[in-house]
Every structure is written in structure tokens, then in C-alpha cells.
């Protein structure tokens, strides 16, 4: 493991950086340019004890489920799935329990999940395999450069971004996910008709996704504010640990016109 990799991941567990070492292709969860430098990034990257049954997940499944991240290569979904059902993309699904969920109750919708968090992608992945998906894909990488590099301009149905960290300190406002550049691309990857699907615990954050969004000039918000919660996204623990807490969940809805 080289010392780039190695100051990526400093927060690991051994177990996980043993699990680095085997498997090199987990190991990459960003590229910078040449003299170092590096973008405003929306995710911190934090160690977890990995359980025996992830440690075997990857172990044994992770080159059926992951897609690895290729700076010169172009995603060519039919290829990666097998068939030309929709795809839609996930960025950070955190442990990936509705990942799970809504991929297994639409078998006819390809799903590409992406999470640099390594504990969470390895439980996905193993509940993956156990439940023999074949309509789930995974990546661990930053996803901005997944899709600036590797998808396609119109080839997406749709967007889920669940939960976001929200930055709640004025100062780190700009680290949020959901800014107007990072709109533009995912508008970019849409197929006309499709949509992004962001939703939050965080009013002020789920006040500036409406802003945003608003900005680009090929989305429509056909709410004119905040949606109506989807019945078939599942309630998440992280979504329950704020509902004890009196936090009003905000649901954001655009489609590419």
C-alpha cells in the first residue's frame, strides 16, 4: 500500500487496512491532480471494526458487485448490468439499508450505489450477496470524479442522495454536497425526464438544495417547493434517529426537462 493510500485511510482499523492491501482496487477513493492538489471534498472518510461477515464479503464478492473506478474508461451500463433496464445512481447510501430495500422491490431498475465509507460499503455488499442481487452495483470512490470521469451525459434515470452530511457550521457550508456546480453535473448525466431525489433532516440544508436546484436551468421542480415523501423510500435509522428528535423531513424533487 503506498503512502497516498496510506493518508487516505489513516482513520482505518488494521483489519480494514489488511483488507486494502488484498483487495488494492478498495484502496483509491479519490484521484488529485498531479502536483497534490485536491477539491473542496463532502465526505471524511472514518474507520469502523469491519465484522467477520463483511471482511468475507469482500473477500469473496467484491469483483461481482464493484465497479472500480477508471479515470479513462467509460461506464457502459449494459455491459456492467447485462440488460438496458434505467439506471439510477445513489451517492452515499451511508450503510445502505434503503439501498437494499428499493433495490429488491424494482428488480426491472438497475442501481449503482456509491459510498467511500468502507463499513457501510462492505455491509451493502455482503446483504447484497446474501440476497443474490443482480440489479445493484457498487463503487467506493469520491463521487463527484465517478461522474465527472465515467458517466456518460444522459445516460442516468435518476439521482438519490439520502441524508447528506449537512455541514452545520457556517464555515464548512462550503464541504455540502449540494452546491450549484455539483447540480449542473448530475444534471448533465440525466436522460430528459428523469430526477434527482435529495432529501434531508436539515431544514436550512433542504432550504438551500431548493436554491440550488432552482439555479439550473435544465431542472424543473414540478412542486414549486418541497415534495411529497415517496412511499417507496424506505424509513432509514438514521431517518428514525431523527424523527426522535422532532426533526421535519425534507423531501427535494427535480426532473430534467
Known amino acids: ?22 483487495i488494492p482496487e478498495l484502496a483509491r ?18 474507520g469502523q471494526k ?17 465497479v472500480v473506478y477508471d479515470e479513462n474508461s467509460r461506464m457502459d451500463f449494459r455491459a456492467i448490468f447485462g440488460n438496458d433496464n434505467p439506471v439510477v445512481i445513489e451517492i452515499g447510501f451511508g450503510m445502505g439499508e434503503s439501498t437494499l430495500k428499493i433495490a429488491k422491490a424494482n428488480p426491472d431498475i438497475n442501481y ?40 456518460l451525459d444522459e445516460s442516468v434515470s435518476g439521482f438519490h442522495v439520502f441524508f447528506p452530511d449537512p455541514w452545520p457550521k457556517k464555515r464548512h457550508h462550503k464541504k455540502r454536497l449540494i452546491q450549484v456546480p455539483f447540480a449542473n453535473l448530475l444534471a448533465s448525466k440525466l436522460k430528459k425526464g428523469g430526477y434527482i431525489y435529495c432529501v434531508t433532516d ?25 415534495a411529497p415523501e415517496r ?4 424509513e432509514t435509522g438514521f431517518e428514525r ?17
Open 231 to 234: 412511499e417507496w423510500r424506505p
Open 50 to 66: 469491519l465484522k467477520d461477515f463483511q471482511i468475507r464479503a469482500l473477500k469473496e464478492h467484491f469483483h461481482d458487485y464493484a
Open 1 to 22: 500500500m503506498n503512502d497516498e493510500i496510506l493518508k487516505e485511510d489513516n482513520g482505518l482499523t488494521e483489519e480494514e487496512k489488511g483488507i486494502l492491501e488484498l
Open 112 to 151: 449503482l450505489g456509491i459510498e467511500v465509507f468502507l463499513y457501510g460499503f462492505s455491509k451493502l455488499l455482503a446483504n447484497a450477496s446474501n440476497d443474490g442481487l443482480k440489479n445493484l452495483k457498487l463503487m467506493r470512490f469520491d463521487a463527484v470524479q465517478v461522474l465527472r470521469d465515467m458517466v
Open 241 to 257: 434517529k431523527g424523527l426522535e428528535k422532532d426533526y421535519r423531513i425534507n423531501e427535494v424533487w427535480v426532473e430534467k426537462i
Open 202 to 226: 436539515w431544514e436550512e440544508y433542504a432550504q438551500q438544495m431548493l436554491d440550488v436546484m432552482a439555479q439550473v436551468p435544465s431542472l424543473r421542480n414540478p412542486y414549486g417547493g418541497f
Open 29 to 46: 477513493v479519490e484521484r488529485r491532480q498531479e502536483n497534490g492538489w485536491r477539491e473542496i471534498k463532502s465526505f471524511v472518510l472514518r
